[in-house]
């Protein structure tokens, strides 16, 4: 399977995705209208504390519902000069806590451990999360060693996983994936990631295979936990549920599918004001593979760039992103729809 952009595909363009969430959806029910209604709107940040960078779109899988539309024929990544000026903001904002590095498969970015190793050097205390898709681990030699090196610097691991079953696995992420997760996994937890009291942190992922919402993340979790450990002995921390949001290829498979209604209907009748409060773009940064800066990753995906005069890391200024607004549109009804979701799992 090809990416959006390399079939020259209508929703390859932002513009297009655009179009379809906001002449689709009245404006008595648009996301807007729900924030005004509890006297949220404009949106507003809070303190800077997730520094999120994507390191590129390249990635050695093609799954579905990516949000990113990444795939072995993307070739946009990060280069060293913008990374060079992420640490030097990294260094400086100690309200900071988190650096979350992204893809695509951010390990296929030619400076990922030099980036990880100076992150580590400059903020010894710093939690580095690292999304990593599992079989990048197994499709090369040279990044066998990749859970020694995550080791050895302290990053967290967070992993997609559909299901804790190969045929809803592969439908979702491509065929032969979900045994080479397995094995990836096993080999993560060799190194002590996810095993109790080791402090190396191996967080699970799941998001639906189709047009619904995920259902309770404590109850999947724990039916995670059971299945992974009594077929595969596989062992990991949390399971966090994420919903998908309309955008790029999850949004062309409902447009396909015919559900884009009945979904964006979901969403909006399952909107949670506890979860509109406690959204992540609010203490939350992505920084683009060119440096450009952005609410969330999925505004990123979209070509929505902050309302600030501060747009990229070379024009850094943290009091005019403070005084901005936060940029929404109907795709956010995805991060407050019932138990809330975020990169982090469940808001609520």
Known sequence: ??????????????????????????????????????????LKPTQLEIFQINLGKMCNQVCKHCHVDAG??????????????????????????????????????PHFRRLVTEIREIRPEIAILVRCNLTIILANPKFHDLPKFFKENRVEVISSLPYFTANRTD??????????????????????????????????????????????????????????RDRFQVEFNQLFTITNLPISRFLEYLLRSENFESYMEKLISAFNPAAALGVMCRNTLSIGWDGYLYDCDFNQMLDLKLESS?????????????????????????????????CGGATT
């Open 72 to 109: 072995p024929d993307r070739k946009e990544i990060m280069d060293w000069e913008t990374m060079e000026l992420c640490l030097a903001i990294i260094e400086s904002e100690k309200g900071l806590h988190t650096v979350d590095l992204t893809g695509g498969a951010p390990e296929m970015n």
């Open 171 to 228: 439908s979702q992420r491509g065929e032969g994936v979900f045994d080479k997760s397995i094995q990836a996994l096993q080999l993560l937890n060799a190194e002590g990631y996810g095993m109790e009291n080791s402090g190396l942190k191996l967080n699970l992922v799941y998001n639906p295979a189709g047009a619904f919402l995920p259902g309770s993340q404590s109850e999947l979790e724990a039916e995670f936990k059971k299945k992974l």
């Open 310 to 342: 501060c747009k990229h890391v070379s024009d850094w200024n943290n009091l005019a992103l403070k005084d901005r607004s936060i940029v929404v549109n109907n795709h956010c009804f995805g991060c407050t729809a019932g138990a809330g979701s975020s």
């Open 1 to 42: 399977m090809k990416s959006l952009k390399a079939q020259l595909h209508p929703l390859s363009e932002s513009s297009q995705e655009l179009k379809v969430l906001t002449d689709q959806v009245p404006a008595e029910k648009n996301f807007e209208y729900h924030l005004r209604g509890m006297n949220l709107f404009p």
